[in-house]
T-cell receptor, first 116, second 113 residues
Framework: QQPVQSPQAVILREGEDAVINCSSS?????VHWYRQKHGEAPVFLMI?????EQKGHDKISASFNEKKQQSSLYLTASQLSYSGTYFC?????????????????FGQGTILTVHP | EAQVTQNPRYLITVTGKKLTVTCSQN?????MSWYRQDPGLGLRQIYY???????DKGDVPEGYKVSRKEKRNFPLILESPSPNQTSLYFC????????????FGPGTRLTVT
């Protein structure tokens, strides 16, 4: 069962902030975030592990709420280069073994457009 | 330079003609995976491998085979391709230790007629 991302699309002006959510109906072990530009391969942004802390990458950070089985990606002071499709990949707790990765299931993606 | 290579990048083939898409990584990552990406369906995992000789099914394994005889290589085999396997395929490798790097190959666009 696919995690659900919201919103499906967001349009920003440069400098504005955005939040993208990834929700699961099943217990999560890890959440992975990616950005993909049109015609290119996905690029890994960060991973959040169960019991881990909020991560950050320049002005992009993420959190993992284990109780709600939800992760949020925060983009602050957006830049034109942030435009693309963001999607989450989830590893369910039932698949996880120790610190190993397992089966990954992906959200449908959120299209982010940043205008000057 | 960290790299995941895939070959071929583009392939047009006919139904039933066996093909192999190669994937190789130079980072000594334990975990490798194959995905397909289709409009409206997003990215879906086909097979993954935790290490040499260890492979497991993802969400859409039907019609595909994989092998992991060496750590760096993870080929995807379509023994009898069908038109519904027309898609964009990505290979990826993942480090299982911090900082948990992940890299994708450039993609293989496959068309089966």
């Amino acid at each position: 069962q696919q995690p659900v991302q919201s919103p499906q699309a967001v349009i920003l002006r440069e400098g504005e902030d955005a939040v993208i959510n990834c929700s699961s109906s099943k217990a999560l072990y890890s959440v992975h975030w990616y950005r993909q530009k049109h015609g290119e391969a996905p690029v890994f942004l960060m991973i959040l592990l169960k019991g881990g802390e909020q991560k950050g990458h320049d002005k992009i950070s993420a959190s993992f709420n284990e109780k709600k089985q939800q992760s949020s990606l925060y983009l602050t002071a957006s830049q034109l280069s942030y435009s693309g499709t963001y999607f989450c990949g989830t590893e369910y707790a039932e698949n996880a073994g120790g610190t190993s990765y397992g089966k990954l299931t992906f959200g449908q993606g959120t299209i982010l457009t940043v205008h000057p | 330079e960290a790299q995941v290579t895939q070959n071929p990048r583009y392939l047009i083939t006919v139904t039933g003609k066996k093909l192999t898409v190669t994937c190789s990584q130079n980072m000594n990552h334990e975990y490798m995976s194959w995905y397909r990406q289709d409009p409206g369906l997003g990215l879906r995992q086909i097979y993954y491998s935790m290490n040499v000789e260890v492979t497991d099914k993802g969400d859409v394994p039907e019609g595909y085979k994989v092998s992991r005889k060496e750590k760096r290589n993870f080929p995807l085999i379509l023994e009898s391709p069908s038109p519904n396997q027309t898609s964009l395929y990505f290979c990826a490798s993942i480090s299982l230790a911090a900082p948990y790097e992940q890299y994708f190959g450039p993609g293989t666009r496959l068309t089966v007629t």
